[in-house]
């Protein structure tokens, strides 16, 4: 059963630089079947999709964090990471990492997200 | 850049009930939506991929319709469990995706 688990700082001061890992168990994270992304959720609110990541390397971006945000993946460890710089109170949120996997239904490719990390909060505070 | 609308934003239902919630896009995403259910202090749970396709596992109560920009998750009978948030997301433009504000069922 593939699970995924965030780990990283709870609590990150204003200007600094949140990192997040995702390790991803019972599945490997070079198949080419699967893109690996991050969502975060602040308190109370909605869905954000941050960025997805290709095994290979291939990054891509929600155009209103793209100047702040580096993803990258470890294939040998299994993992993904985050890095948003230069946070902010706004920035505080559940931050999940995820699975999008490709899937042929009529014709069309699409890539829903299919399994979840369980979230990890992480708080901007002095 | 493609935006999502959920209407409701809200419902009151009672057990057994038919809920339906709609979910429009900005522009025309062909089939590429997704809903997911959410319970509090838990990550999201995929539902419905490419607008009407069950993910395994999700009882059959759950169902998708629509294409374009115009999209529709209906739950048949509302069960206990079912109450929750529920988002569409789009993947038209895939590897970018856009989350709908959410639809919250609660009890009425």
């Known amino acids: 059963q593939l699970q995924l688990q965030e780990s990283g700082p709870g609590l990150v001061k204003p200007s600094e630089t949140l990192s997040l890992t995702c390790t991803v168990s019972?599945?490997?994270?070079?198949?080419?079947?699967?893109?690996w992304g991050w969502i975060r959720q602040p308190p109370g609110k909605g869905l954000e999709w941050i960025g997805s990541?290709?095994?290979?390397?291939?990054?891509y971006y929600n155009p209103s964090l793209k100047s702040r945000v580096t993803i990258s993946v470890d294939t040998s460890k299994n993992q993904f990471s985050l890095k948003l710089s230069s946070v902010t109170a706004a920035d505080t949120a559940v931050y999940y990492c995820?699975?999008?996997?490709?899937?042929?239904?009529?014709?069309?490719?699409?890539?829903?997200?299919?399994?979840w990390g369980q979230g990890t909060l992480v708080t901007v505070s002095s | 850049d493609i935006q999502m609308t959920q209407s409701p934003s809200s419902v009151s239902a009672s057990v057994g009930d038919r809920v339906t919630i709609t979910c429009r896009a900005s522009q025309g995403i062909s089939s590429w939506l997704a809903w997911y259910q959410q319970k509090p202090g838990k990550a999201p749970k995929l539902l419905i991929y490419a607008a009407s396709s069950l993910q395994s596992g999700v009882p059959s109560r759950f169902s998708g319709s629509g294409s374009g920009t115009d999209f529709t998750l209906t739950i048949s009978s509302l069960q206990p469990e079912d109450f929750a948030t529920y988002y569409c997301q789009q993947a038209n433009s895939f590897p970018l995706f856009t989350f709908g504000p959410g639809t919250k069922v609660d009890i009425k």
């Open positions: 990541i290709y095994y290979s390397g291939s990054t």
């Open positions: 019972g599945g490997s994270i070079s198949s080419s079947s699967y893109y």
């Open positions: 995820a699975r999008h996997s490709r899937v042929a239904v009529r014709g069309v490719i699409s890539f829903p997200t299919d399994y």
